[in-house]
């Protein structure tokens, strides 16, 4: 089938917006950045816990609420763009909040980052469900492999400047100043990652009554028991989200082990996205034999090895040198996830239910909203080798159940799309 203008203006239309968020999602990283921040201004674990569940969890669980709303509407583009600048507008809050902080408690300076963060995280989960199914239905399947594929190449020269200018800001400002600066450059780069939303051209779908709860709940329960490799995959996601909700903490239990200085953040945050980079290169030449599974598998392995390594160099007494060598694998492993998330969700589920299969997933992923809070009490209370090793055990289990899907890839043609790249 030939490619349209308005196909092709779409595709590039999400690789611009792409480009601008990888800058977005470094200044104000998750697993890096904000745990710096909340040790900042004067929190513990238990703040970063609540932080990763609302930046991690939160959007996942309330997509089932804006899901049929999404679901019923004919052209889903505007509320696209509702959800992006009402993000920028939370970012831009946080920035201009930071700016005083010094002269506001920790208690109050978490609460208002808390209440920006929530507005960030719900208008995020809203945009999310009409961007999943704005690709499914403005990017052919003949542009679709190419699109996830290049859009991570694109992501990783975005994020791996970004973490360069990050890390200059980190060591040139004091304080909580450094943050406000980056929180304003973020909203910033979502204002200019908005465009790329701009030249999206979708076409009006025939519209659908918005269903009721009960509707809502029979056809969770439907498609849950229907699709067996939804079923798995939602296990699979629950199962492999310990780990990524785990890598928040892996920065304050290694500065405090070693006596790192709030100054060095800066080269944490470039050494995840370095991970990232290089995992991005590699990543295209898995999903051609293995298609997207095979990076599922990856992060299975990996999300139990990565805490493995740590416990026993730790035991054996490693120096400093483990920071440089732990970093970039967890960068690698949240990239495996971000990749083969939005890749497998829009493969697996069809057109006319995409907006409610990711509503379905991000409700009963309840791992992203509890773990977080669950290991933010529990390292206050346990040594964190002990929590870190456990979740890396539970991590593993997940490799049978990535077997059991059955994944409509179009293996052959993503080997063509990767030749395109390379």
């Known amino acids: ?7 092709r203006s779409s595709y590039r239309g999400f690789l611009v917006h792409g480009i601008f968020l990888a800058l977005t999602v470094t200044f104000t990283e998750i697993n890096s950045v904000l745990p710096a921040l909340v040790l900042q201004v004067g929190g513990s674990e238990i703040h970063i816990g609540i932080i990763t ?3 991690v969890g939160l959007p996942l669980v309330s997509q089932l609420l804006f899901a049929p709303f999404i679901q019923s ?29 010094d002269s506001l408690t920790p208690a109050l300076v978490l609460t208002f980052i808390y209440g920006g963060l929530i507005l960030f995280s719900l208008s995020g989960a809203f945009a999310g469900i009409s961007y999943v199914s704005l690709i499914g239905t403005t990017i052919p399947d003949s542009l679709r492999h190419r699109f996830f594929l290049r859009k991570q190449v694109f992501w990783s020269i975005g994020v791996l400047l970004s973490g360069i200018l990050t890390r200059y800001i980190i060591k040139g400002f004091s304080g909580s100043v450094r943050y406000a600066f980056l929180f304003s450059l973020a909203s910033l780069m ?3 990652a908005s465009i790329g939303f701009w030249m999206i051209r979708e076409q009006e779908e025939s519209s659908s009554e918005r269903p009721g709860l009960n509707e809502i709940i029979h056809s969770m ?12 995959y939602c296990l699979t996601a629950n199962i492999l989200t310990s780990a990524i909700v785990l890598i928040p903490f892996y920065l304050p239990s290694l500065i405090r082990w070693y006596g790192i200085p709030s100054s060095f953040v800066g080269t944490i945050v470039l050494l995840q996205m370095g991970g990232m980079l290089v995992s991005n290169l590699i990543w ?6 293995l298609g997207f599974k095979g990076i599922l598998k990856i992060e299975s392995i990996g999300g139990f090895a990565i805490p493995l390594i740590m416990v026993i160099a730790l035991a054996a007494g490693a120096g400093k040198w483990l920071v440089f060598l732990l970093f970039p694998l967890l960068g690698a492993l949240s990239s495996a996830h971000k990749m083969s998330g939005e890749a497998v969700l829009v493969q697996i589920s069809n057109k006319e239910k995409r907006a409610l299969y990711s509503g379905i997933y991000g409700a009963i992923n309840l791992t992203s909203a509890l773990a977080p809070l669950l290991i933010g009490i529990l390292l206050n209370v346990l040594p964190f080798q002990f929590i870190f090793l456990a979740l890396g055990f539970i991590c593993l289990t997940a490799y049978p159940l990535i077997g059991r899907m059955v994944c409509p890839i179009d293996i052959p043609k993503a080997k063509e799309d990767m030749m395109g790249i390379q």
């Open 1 to 7: 089938m030939e490619i349209t203008a308005d196909q």
């Open 53 to 55: 569940a609302i930046m």
């Open 73 to 101: 509407r004919k052209k889903k583009r505007a509320y696209l763009l509702g959800g992006i600048y009402m993000r920028m507008f939370a970012l831009f809050g946080i920035g201009m909040l930071l700016l005083g902080a």
């Open 190 to 192: 979502l204002a200019l």
């Open 221 to 232: 329960k439907s498609i849950l028991k229907e699709d067996h490799t939804f079923r798995n």
């Open 284 to 289: 295209p030449r898995i999903v051609g034999p």
